[in-house]
């Protein structure tokens, strides 16, 4: 059960006027939709760096090549 699965469930149990229930049901929603954000930032850092050290890996290979050739 996800927080916005338990903010239903919470809203179901109670009725309109206990407002503290109300307000944790909104509070649930609101992390887990912050939560979807962060965890797509974090999916784009994560290929962002692995983008940089694959490229960074070619470099080094072709570094590499070039002093060989150069010591040819």
Do not use: G, Y
């Not at 954000?37 to 072709?62: G, S």
């Amino acid at each position: 059960m996800n927080a916005n699965e338990l903010a239903d469930e919470l809203e179901a149990c109670f009725t309109k006027a206990d407002w503290s229930v109300l307000e944790a049901a909104t509070m649930l929603r609101q992390q887990q939709a912050e939560i979807k954000v962060l965890k797509k930032k974090i999916q784009n850092m994560a290929l962002d760096l692995l983008t940089a050290h694959a490229q960074a890996d070619d470099n080094w290979v072709e570094l590499q090549q070039l002093k060989k050739a150069q010591k040819k």
